[in-house]
């Protein structure tokens, strides 16, 4: 069992539609729980990030984080054509250790 | 927020060959450099860790004379994939550390660089 799961994809989606992106992880060590987008033969970039279990919210972007059942949640409200990219969550034991990456969904918002 | 850079953005080489790669943080201190491949469709693998100073610490499969890491400076480190072969073709990617105070030092990561081994 990979320590992080994400389901591939692709997803397709209108414009305007809410974006649902999930992962689930086995590591009950995790404490810190990353959401990157990567557009294609790009490095990532960080969307947002929680500690702990909880929501956090930022313009469009909705993370949810629920540690008893290891499941992470990343929402887009109001998607775009220019969020189509790959996003993939990455849990990290600390603040600075190293993060363990999904295999990341493919994301695609038509017009 | 932070740049970081990587050089060359991509490279071709025969079988046999080496070749480095550059990672650099352009307007931070990194004390700490990830080292990351990424196969088509695939999400990044952790290759190894990278401190400022000291030995790279090396991810379980990875071979640590094959893919020789050196972090010289708080701004440098380099990746060489030494006898490169077909099987080495991938994405690499390289992410560094902001030395900050607080309880979560975010990763900043480069562009990428694709090698794609003849």
């Known amino acids: 069992q990979k320590e992080v799961e994400q389901d591939p994809g692709p997803l397709s989606v209108p414009e305007g539609a809410i974006v649902s992106l999930n992962c689930t992880y086995s590591?009950?060590?995790?404490?810190?729980f990353m959401w990157y987008r990567q557009y294609s033969r790009k490095g990532p970039e960080l969307l947002m990030y929680?500690?702990?279990?909880g929501n956090k919210e930022d313009g469009r972007f909705t993370a949810q984080v629920d540690k008893s059942s290891k499941y992470i949640s990343l929402f887009i409200r109001d998607s775009q054509p220019s969020d189509s990219a790959t996003y993939l969550c990455a849990p990290s034991t600390g603040g600075g250790n190293k993060l363990t990456f999904g295999t990341g969904t493919q994301l695609k918002v038509e017009l | 927020g932070a740049v970081v850079s990587q050089h060359p953005s991509w490279v071709i080489c025969k079988s046999g060959t080496s070749v480095k790669i550059e990672c650099r943080s352009l307007?931070?201190?990194?004390?700490?450099m990830f080292w990351y491949r990424q196969f088509p469709k695939q999400s990044l693998m952790l290759m190894a860790t990278s401190n400022e100073g000291s030995k790279a610490t090396y991810e379980q499969g990875v071979e640590k004379d094959k893919f020789l890491i050196n972090h010289a400076s708080l701004t440098l480190s380099t990746l060489t994939v030494t006898s490169a072969h077909p099987e080495d073709s991938s994405f690499y990617i390289c992410?560094?550390?902001?030395?900050?105070?607080?309880?979560?030092?975010?990763?900043?990561f480069g562009p990428g660089t694709r090698l794609t081994v003849l």
């Open positions: 307007d931070f201190q990194a004390t700490t």
């Open positions: 992410s560094a550390g902001e030395i900050a105070g607080g309880s979560y030092n975010e990763q900043f």
């Open positions: 590591n009950s060590a995790f404490q810190y």
């Open positions: 929680t500690y702990s279990s």
